[in-house]
């Protein structure tokens, strides 16, 4: 039984395939009612992008298919082929995304200004049925992208011609599909277009046609086309090449338009049919002719063509045999091969002319001032101007061809040149094939941003990939393109490390990290906002906050942490600033050289901090003595691997969202490299989805948590987790490790202290010493708090009384603790053993 239908990833005959159309909308309605997967085909196609590019038995085989559809030689074939590779890598297909839909997540149903109450997003139309043409192989494939791309049903009709390379190019697609979350999008028929009958059931079955062909064959799809259904029309195009005065003797230009001519024999759209030249002399017109007659005839023999189809040759025959015969009557002039190969004719009178193709070129003669309304008549199809003239008088020109009707305009010899992201024909594509949705509920969905947060996101895991830590992150080589900012980490571990992003991925960190803070409980339409995180020496606080605060449209005051705190306790006080982003510490000596000016104008009603933990019992002081009215994270994230998580008004403290449109969490034991239990605490470890230059995968951060199993109560499906500490802020002192937030806890619990702590390690003789700092306003002691710490702490006992370390309590003034200097945050350890 012949089976060359693929039909959501299995081979069928042409029964088969009866029996399902009779019965479609089981197989598409399904398909339809889910949320489309995006993250994973992305995925999928870096995976193919990558299997293809090894040039292996896939790869060959799709070349011996394609040559015998395009009839051409390996070469050419070869290089539409890895075009199509290229274009399939995930890196590119994002930026498709982004330039054509203005999001890497076109679906996510979100706020376009956080300052409005409605919502817009792009949503597939359902079933888009496609009619492609049948002499390029690349075509039928590409379309079939691009309906994935933009989340639709696709149903491609093919035909013999194709030597089925659509269904062999998806079925191996399709083979990495291991979740099979794919395959209900992708049916292939191959029928003949003379099955009217069946092309109409097809048809019938579209919310929308894109359809491909001559001026016929578009009229007749179109009246075979439902109404109410959105039909896309791919029509034939013109183009042409145009030489200005001053340019018609520039052999090199004249070179590279031969090879635009033979280069695909005439047959693409962007192909020149016609050249014209800024003349309206005959015998210079021939002059061109003969010239460009000599240098075509070299590029040819450099570049043997097809073979003309006997309708083709028919064609280049009569219009050669008329052009002679007009030859007489002096409006022409003919130059052709002996081996008919190629011909020029050299037409005297004006106007666009239609070429047989096949290396027939028209030479007309085109002055400026009549560009428009020689051309403009035709506008419908006219596509692509190779240009020859000078620098000033380019715009000039090209002004004048898009009046006329022209789309693209390119250099004398790329006029097939495309570049990622480009119109075709005028038009975005992914647009024509879905629906801008919008939504306005007013108060009832305040705090929410995006309905993306409500939907369970691709978590993209690399079983086999091992732990990454700092030092294997800085050792990453990375490309110059991809460090358009380079930032430096380091925070309270004090060592360097240097993060680099691209602009893009930066901008689609920091409009994440923005929803988060709007969920959190920032509103730009009420509130005003004073940013105080730590600017210069390549530190990433105050500028990704400034730039978030911006994409939030949020009323800004970009202080910076500033010197002098009493001058901006009057600025916030003059200025009526009801929120505060900073980091805790910095905050808290903020409010305590202003505390008289702010217990009597209780301003500040919204504190949103990063960089460190802050204490409840700090929360609890400010809210209670200056009015605060809600403290918050305004982020979870790092320098290096950027935005990861976020709070929602039901995390506690320490809990956060994982941005998982940005990344994917793990969590790994403590001590050995395997997935800890499920809610166990363990390393986090991240993979980002969205980092072009240093890929992370699998990134040990450095802190540790664990991820929480119930859902949370706001309803997002964003993963919960929750935040234990640093790893690194376990050390060993002579003995068993120690931890700092057990120091913290102890601290807390046994003396209500909630101010700063700060461990140093030295070396005294032969003994080691641990010296823990706080602050002065401690009531105790310090030999009573060393005491009960030892007491209540049984490692620090064992290490003190068993094995020999020096235990000393320092009280401190709250502004003698060592910071990082370009963040401001408190170090926790501070080891000089070594030194």
Same mark, same amino acid.
């Given at each position: 039984?012949?089976?060359?239908?693929?039909?959501?990833?299995?081979?069928?005959?042409?029964?088969?395939?009866?029996?399902?159309?009779?019965?479609?909308?089981?197989?598409?309605?399904?398909?339809?009612?889910?949320?489309?997967?995006?993250?994973?085909?992305?995925?999928?196609?870096?995976?193919?992008?990558?299997?293809?590019?090894?040039?292996?038995?896939?790869?060959?085989?799709?070349?011996?298919?394609?040559?015998?559809?395009?009839?051409?030689?390996?070469?050419?074939?070869?290089?539409?082929?890895?075009?199509?590779?290229?274009?399939?890598?995930?890196?590119?297909?994002?930026?498709?995304?982004?330039?054509?839909?203005?999001?890497?997540?076109?679906?996510?149903?979100?706020?376009?200004?956080?300052?409005?109450?409605?919502?817009?997003?792009?949503?597939?139309?359902?079933?888009?049925?496609?009619?492609?043409?049948?002499?390029?192989?690349?075509?039928?494939?590409?379309?079939?992208?691009?309906? +994935? /791309?933009?989340?639709? #049903?696709? $149903? *491609?009709?093919? @035909? =013999?011609?194709?030597?089925? &390379?659509? !269904?062999?190019?998806?079925?191996?697609?399709?083979?990495?599909?291991?979740?099979? +979350? /794919?395959?209900?999008? #992708?049916? $292939? *028929?191959?029928? @003949? =277009?003379?099955?009217?009958? &069946?092309? !109409?059931?097809?048809?019938?079955?579209?919310?929308?046609?894109?359809?491909?062909?001559?001026?016929?064959?578009?009229?007749?799809?179109?009246?075979?086309?439902?109404?109410?259904?959105?039909?896309?029309?791919?029509?034939?195009?013109?183009?042409?090449?145009?030489?200005?005065?001053?340019?018609?003797?520039?052999?090199?230009?004249?070179?590279?338009?031969?090879?635009?001519?033979?280069?695909?024999?005439?047959?693409?759209?962007?192909?020149?049919?016609?050249?014209?030249?800024?003349?309206?002399?005959?015998?210079?017109?021939?002059?061109?002719?003969?010239?460009?007659?000599?240098?075509?005839?070299?590029?040819?023999?450099?570049?043997?063509?097809?073979?003309?189809?006997?309708?083709?040759?028919?064609?280049?025959?009569?219009?050669?045999?008329?052009?002679?015969?007009?030859?007489?009557?002096?409006?022409?002039?003919?130059?052709?091969?002996?081996?008919?190969?190629?011909?020029?004719?050299?037409?005297?009178?004006?106007?666009?002319?239609?070429?047989?193709?096949?290396?027939?070129?028209?030479?007309?003669?085109?002055?400026?001032?009549?560009?428009?309304?020689?051309?403009?008549?035709?506008?419908?199809?006219?596509?692509?101007?190779?240009?020859?003239?000078?620098?000033?008088?380019?715009?000039?020109?090209?002004?004048?061809?898009?009046?006329?009707?022209?789309?693209?305009?390119?250099?004398?010899?790329?006029?097939?040149?495309?570049?990622?992201?480009?119109?075709?024909?005028?038009?975005?594509?992914?647009?024509?094939?879905?629906?801008?949705?919008?939504?306005?509920?007013?108060?009832?969905?305040?705090?929410?941003?995006?309905?993306?947060?409500?939907?369970?996101?691709?978590?993209?895991?690399?079983?086999?990939?091992?732990?990454?830590?700092?030092?294997?992150?800085?050792?990453?080589?990375?490309?110059?393109?991809?460090?358009?900012?380079?930032?430096?980490?380091?925070?309270?571990?004090?060592?360097?490390?240097?993060?680099?992003?691209?602009?893009?991925?930066?901008?689609?960190?920091?409009?994440?990290?923005?929803?988060?803070?709007?969920?959190?409980?920032?509103?730009?339409?009420?509130?005003?906002?004073?940013?105080?995180?730590?600017?210069?020496?390549?530190?990433?606080?105050?500028?990704?906050?400034?730039?978030?605060?911006?994409?939030?449209?949020?009323?800004?005051?970009?202080?910076?942490?500033?010197?002098?705190?009493?001058?901006?306790?009057?600025?916030?006080?003059?200025?009526?600033?009801?929120?505060?982003?900073?980091?805790?510490?910095?905050?808290?000596?903020?409010?305590?050289?202003?505390?008289?000016?702010?217990?009597?104008?209780?301003?500040?009603?919204?504190?949103?901090?990063?960089?460190?933990?802050?204490?409840?019992?700090?929360?609890?002081?400010?809210?209670?003595?200056?009015?605060?009215?809600?403290?918050?994270?305004?982020?979870?994230?790092?320098?290096?691997?950027?935005?990861?998580?976020?709070?929602?008004?039901?995390?506690?403290?320490?809990?956060?969202?994982?941005?998982?449109?940005?990344?994917?969490?793990?969590?790994?034991?403590?001590?050995?490299?395997?997935?800890?239990?499920?809610?166990?605490?363990?390393?986090?470890?991240?993979?980002?989805?969205?980092?072009?230059?240093?890929?992370?995968?699998?990134?040990?951060?450095?802190?540790?948590?664990?991820?929480?199993?119930?859902?949370?109560?706001?309803?997002?499906?964003?993963?919960?987790?929750?935040?234990?500490?640093?790893?690194?802020?376990?050390?060993?002192?002579?003995?068993?490790?120690?931890?700092?937030?057990?120091?913290?806890?102890?601290?807390?619990?046994?003396?209500?202290?909630?101010?700063?702590?700060?461990?140093?390690?030295?070396?005294?003789?032969?003994?080691?010493?641990?010296?823990?700092?706080?602050?002065?306003?401690?009531?105790?002691?310090?030999?009573?708090?060393?005491?009960?710490?030892?007491?209540?702490?049984?490692?620090?006992?064992?290490?003190?009384?068993?094995?020999?370390?020096?235990?000393?309590?320092?009280?401190?003034?709250?502004?003698?603790?060592?910071?990082?200097?370009?963040?401001?945050?408190?170090?926790?350890?501070?080891?000089?053993?070594?030194?």
């Amino acid at each position: 039984m012949n089976k060359k239908h693929l039909w959501q990833g299995t081979w069928l005959s042409d029964k088969e395939m009866y029996y399902k159309l009779d019965n479609l909308s089981q197989f598409t309605l399904p398909a339809v009612s889910k949320q489309f997967p995006l993250e994973y085909l992305l995925d999928k196609m870096q995976q193919f992008h990558e299997l293809l590019k090894e040039k292996g038995k896939v790869y060959e085989s799709f070349i011996q298919k394609a040559m015998l559809i395009h009839s051409s030689d390996r070469k050419k074939t070869e290089a539409m082929l890895n075009s199509m590779i290229e274009f399939i890598s995930k890196k590119n297909l994002e930026q498709k995304l982004f330039k054509e839909l203005g999001s890497i997540n076109p679906f996510a149903i979100k706020r376009p200004s956080m300052k409005e109450d409605h919502f817009e997003g792009w949503l597939p139309l359902g079933v888009l049925v496609h009619i492609a043409p049948t002499n390029v192989f690349a075509v039928p494939v590409m379309c079939i992208i691009e309906g +994935l /791309l933009s989340g639709n #049903i696709n $149903i *491609l009709k093919t @035909s =013999s011609t194709q030597h089925q &390379l659509p !269904q062999l190019f998806f079925e191996a697609f399709l083979s990495l599909d291991t979740k099979e +979350l /794919l395959k209900p999008y #992708i049916i $292939i *028929l191959e029928f @003949s =277009s003379k099955e009217k009958e &069946l092309l !109409q059931q097809i048809i019938n079955s579209a919310d929308v046609v894109s359809a491909w062909g001559g001026e016929n064959a578009i009229n007749n799809l179109r009246k075979m086309t439902p109404q109410g259904v959105r039909f896309v029309e791919w029509g034939h195009k013109i183009s042409f090449a145009y030489f200005s005065k001053e340019s018609m003797k520039d052999i090199e230009e004249i070179r590279k338009v031969c090879h635009d001519v033979c280069l695909l024999d005439q047959n693409a759209c962007s192909s020149p049919q016609d050249v014209f030249i800024e003349t309206d002399n005959f015998p210079d017109l021939v002059k061109f002719a003969e010239t460009f007659s000599e240098i075509l005839n070299k590029t040819s023999k450099n570049h043997p063509g097809e073979t003309p189809p006997p309708p083709a040759q028919a064609e280049i025959s009569t219009v050669i045999s008329i052009a002679q015969t007009e030859e007489a009557l002096g409006f022409t002039k003919v130059f052709r091969s002996e081996d008919y190969t190629w011909s020029v004719i050299a037409d005297k009178r004006p106007g666009l002319s239609i070429s047989p193709l096949f290396r027939t070129v028209i030479i007309k003669p085109l002055l400026r001032e009549n560009i428009i309304s020689t051309l403009h008549p035709m506008k419908r199809y006219l596509q692509t101007v190779s240009l020859s003239a000078s620098y000033e008088q380019i715009i000039s020109l090209a002004q004048k061809f898009y009046a006329a009707g022209c789309l693209r305009i390119r250099n004398a010899g790329s006029m097939h040149d495309n570049y990622l992201g480009e119109p075709h024909d005028g038009v975005y594509a992914l647009p024509q094939f879905m629906k801008r949705v919008s939504i306005t509920m007013q108060d009832k969905l305040a705090g929410i941003s995006n309905f993306g947060h409500f939907n369970t996101s691709y978590q993209n895991i690399f079983p086999d990939a091992p732990v990454m830590n700092k030092e294997d992150f800085q050792s990453m080589k990375i490309d110059s393109k991809y460090a358009d900012l380079t930032f430096t980490s380091g925070g309270s571990s004090g060592k360097t490390t240097y993060s680099y992003f691209t602009y893009k991925d930066y901008h689609i960190h920091m409009q994440a990290a923005a929803e988060g803070l709007f969920t959190a409980g920032l509103n730009p339409k009420t509130d005003k906002v004073i940013n105080l995180f730590a600017a210069g020496h390549l530190y990433g606080g105050f500028l990704s906050f400034f730039t978030i605060l911006e994409k939030l449209e949020a009323i800004q005051y970009p202080m910076g942490l500033v010197d002098d705190l009493t001058e901006a306790g009057k600025l916030i006080v003059e200025k009526r600033i009801n929120t505060i982003i900073s980091i805790p510490t910095f905050i808290m000596k903020l409010f305590r050289d202003n505390e008289t000016l702010f217990k009597k104008q209780k301003i500040v009603k919204k504190i949103f901090f990063g960089g460190d933990h802050f204490p409840n019992e700090q929360m609890q002081y400010l809210k209670e003595v200056f009015g605060v009215e809600l403290i918050r994270a305004a982020a979870y994230g790092s320098n290096d691997a950027g935005v990861l998580g976020y709070q929602c008004p039901h995390c506690r403290v320490n809990e956060y969202h994982l941005l998982s449109a940005l990344h994917t969490l793990e969590v790994f034991e403590l001590d050995k490299n395997c997935i800890a239990e499920k809610e166990k605490n363990g390393r986090l470890v991240f993979t980002s989805k969205h980092r072009n230059g240093q890929n992370i995968i699998r990134y040990d951060l450095g802190d540790t948590g664990f991820i929480n199993n119930e859902s949370c109560k706001c309803g997002r499906k964003d993963p919960k987790f929750t935040l234990q500490g640093r790893s690194s802020d376990a050390f060993k002192a002579g003995g068993p490790f120690l931890n700092y937030n057990i120091f913290k806890t102890l601290l807390t619990e046994i003396f209500n202290y909630s101010g700063l702590c700060q461990i140093l390690l030295i070396n005294e003789g032969n003994r080691q010493k641990l010296i823990l700092k706080i602050e002065k306003s401690i009531q105790n002691p310090s030999a009573n708090i060393a005491e009960e710490l030892i007491r209540n702490y049984e490692y620090l006992r064992l290490s003190v009384e068993d094995l020999g370390l020096i235990f000393e309590i320092e009280k401190l003034d709250p502004n003698k603790f060592e910071c990082v200097k370009n963040s401001g945050k408190i170090r926790h350890i501070i080891d000089k053993r070594r030194n």
